[in-house]
């Protein structure tokens, strides 16, 4: 049985508000990390299908180089998640957006390099044309948010060095397994925005090659 497709258009927009109206996020603690942000951008193909945008960070950035991750970075001062979120799409990917653009918040997930990453469901409306900003990014992708509807998502599996479990999102059409962070708030993407549930993911753990 093929995976639902989402198609780019009210009646997917309409209930993707819904369901991220009914969810109640955990309140945000004081955890002593680093705020971040990050933009779940939902966005149209040349299919008309609802895709999130993803993308292939430059291989020369002091930090995680070539990792999959979504736009978005630490909070400056004096501002929200949103903002924040808004401000590295259009740094990022080239694209600008209003705040109305902002349908939604997820969980907060803290990561163990040090930051607290709130992710922030934004809403495009359209299928546009990315100008990835080559210092930071050197690919974007549109992914169906049908992927995320696959039998083998989520894969999770035990590490020596933690007693939770490493959780990784498969993407066939990337010919890769995102890990988390990026891959635990996806999964809650899917389970809040596609299937209206109240999944929590801030226990699911992150490979070692992502501490540092």
Do not use: K
């Amino acid at each position: 049985m093929s995976a639902p497709r989402f198609i780019m258009d009210d009646r997917t927009r309409g209930q993707t508000v819904a369901n991220l109206a009914r969810f109640e996020r955990v309140p945000p603690t004081d955890s002593g990390l680093t705020p971040a942000a990050v933009a779940l951008l939902i966005v149209a193909n040349d299919s008309n299908e609802a895709c999130f945008v993803i993308t292939r960070r430059a291989s020369d950035m002091r930090d995680h180089p070539g990792q999959w991750a979504l736009p978005g970075g630490r909070m400056d001062a004096g501002e929200t998640a949103a903002q924040t979120a808004l401000r590295e799409t259009e740094e990022e990917v080239g694209l600008s957006l209003p705040p109305a653009s902002v349908i939604g918040l997820l969980d907060d997930y803290p990561t163990r390099s040090g930051f607290v990453i709130t992710p922030v469901v934004v809403w495009a409306d359209e299928n546009p044309i990315f100008l990835p900003n080559p210092e930071e990014v050197a690919e974007v992708y549109r992914v169906p948010l049908a992927c995320l509807e696959h039998p083998d998502v989520p894969q999770l599996r035990e590490i020596p060095e933690s007693d939770r479990p490493v959780i990784s999102v498969p993407i066939a059409m990337l010919d890769a397994s995102i890990h988390a962070p990026t891959a635990a708030i996806l999964y809650q993407l899917r389970e809040v925005v596609l299937r209206g549930e109240s999944t929590r993911v801030a226990h699911y753990e992150q490979p070692v090659f992502a501490w540092r």
